[in-house]
């Protein structure tokens, strides 16, 4: 479980949680105990969580989050990138592993419970963009409005859909990051 595997592998360094929702992001901080918070969007007092967090003396060690902690905050002394939650997305993994991997981190320790590295391999690997992602460029005749747009099953955010939802399997919602998977 991720809580021991923390104590296990990365007891005493500085840790990013990424959770599924909400719920989750709560009940880890929970079993981490009290040297853990939990960020989520409306945390009134994030700003100053996060500036504490990278205090190397804080008291707290464990940061769990639901896209809040994703991309846009350097977090110099965290340490550990630990995934509970799956992404099919490899520019999201990327973007919370890149989280510990910096050129400020002498060894940065990626616990991945979900997954993910299984799906998108590892950092070191080479990512052959170009061959990935070919550029296309998307044109919408007479749209359905009603089919363009659907709510992400965790945040209930509009998500705007150029997928045919028959035909995608899942979507990643921008504002918390889950994964829409589509039956």
Excluded at 126 to 147: L, M, S, T
Aim: with cysteine; charged share 25%; net charge neutral.
């Amino acid at each position: 479980d991720a809580v021991k595997n923390y104590h296990q592998f990365g007891e005493g360094r500085k840790a990013i949680v990424f959770a599924t929702g909400k719920e989750h992001a709560k009940n880890l901080a929970i079993q981490y105990g009290d040297r853990a918070r939990c960020v989520l969007g409306e945390t009134k007092q994030r700003t100053q969580w996060l500036q504490e967090f990278d205090n190397d003396n804080h008291y707290h060690n464990v940061l769990t989050n639901v896209g809040v902690i994703t991309e846009g905050v350097n977090l110099k002394s965290a340490k550990v990138a630990q995934l509970c939650r799956h992404t099919g997305s490899l520019s999201l993994f990327l973007q919370m592993i890149g989280r510990v991997l910096r050129p400020t981190n002498q060894r940065a320790l990626i616990l991945d419970h979900a997954g993910n590295i299984a799906l998108h391999g590892e950092p070191k690997d080479f990512i052959d963009w170009e061959a990935r992602y070919n550029a296309h460029e998307v044109v919408i005749d007479n749209f359905d409005r009603d089919k363009l747009f659907f709510q992400c099953q965790a945040c209930d955010a509009p998500i705007m859909s150029l997928l045919d939802s028959k035909k995608a399997k899942s979507l990643v919602c921008p504002q918390c990051g889950y994964d829409n998977f589509f039956q």
